[in-house]
């Protein structure tokens, strides 16, 4: 099984609602950040990627044609190049909204010291907590590269987030492209993949305020 669709948008940028539309068009399981905090047993394969090593992404993505949100936006372009019929969604969202949403949640976990601890308290007796604090302190490093320490300088996050934008959309042919909003619903993603229109309510998920309550779910309920 080969990616079918890659996911280029920042996280905050209805990553989780593209993941669940993406399933319920049968385009077949997605990856997505939730995936690996619920099993990380395949966070090794992203460290090889941060560290700029070779990754055996057929290994890494066995069971799924797609994937979305981190980590995989920071590599779009080597799957893409990997997978070289695949389609690519860039995400994208109001600048302002994202910030403000991405402050609340993804940066705000991130520097949680409560959670961290209760994870270190639990490292001596789960090896899967273990690779779990692997996947947040990889999280943590790379979305401390991405935004160069910087992302409290909102004008300067706000910068950082425009040149990924950018950066895709000069990057990817664009005709395997689709920027999009997730408020726009099914009817471009749908167009652009060439599949119907399903009977149902586009899967608008992850508020703010679900954010927390989600990822903890998340962290504490293995994936069978």
């Known amino acids: 099984?080969?990616?079918q669709v890659i996911g280029a948008g920042m996280g905050r940028t209805g990553t989780l609602s593209l993941?669940?539309?993406l399933e319920a068009l049968g385009v077949?399981?997605?990856y997505h950040m939730m995936e690996l905090l619920q099993d990380p047993s395949r966070v090794g394969y992203w460290e090889q990627a941060a560290r700029g090593e070779a990754v055996d992404w057929d290994a890494l993505f066995a069971?799924?044609?797609?994937s979305v949100d981190y980590p995989t936006y920071r590599y779009y372009?080597?799957?893409l190049a990997y997978y070289p019929h695949a389609k690519v969604i860039l995400t994208v969202r109001d600048p302002e909204q994202w910030y403000a949403s991405a402050s609340a949640t993804i940066y705000q976990a991130a520097s949680d010291p409560i959670r961290k601890l209760k994870l270190i308290a639990q490292m001596p007796f789960s090896p899967r907590v273990r690779k779990l604090v692997k996947v947040l302190r990889l999280a943590v490093q790379t979305w401390e590269l991405d935004f160069?320490?910087?992302f409290e300088d909102k004008a300067y996050a706000l910068d950082c987030f425009q040149r990924h934008i950018e950066t895709v959309q000069a990057q990817v042919p664009p005709d395997r492209l689709l920027v999009y909003d997730i408020s726009q619903g099914w009817e471009p993603l749908t167009q652009f993949l060439g599949l119907p229109v399903p009977d149902q309510a586009f899967p608008w998920v992850n508020q703010r305020s679900?954010?927390?309550?989600?990822?903890?779910l998340m962290i504490n309920t293995p994936k069978d």
């Open 28 to 30: 077949g399981s997605c």
């Open 77 to 79: 372009d080597q799957l």
């Open 63 to 66: 069971g799924y044609s797609a």
């Open 1 to 3: 099984m080969s990616l």
């Open 210 to 216: 679900q954010f927390a309550s989600r990822a903890d």
């Open 148 to 150: 160069a320490g910087r």
């Open 19 to 21: 993941k669940y539309a």
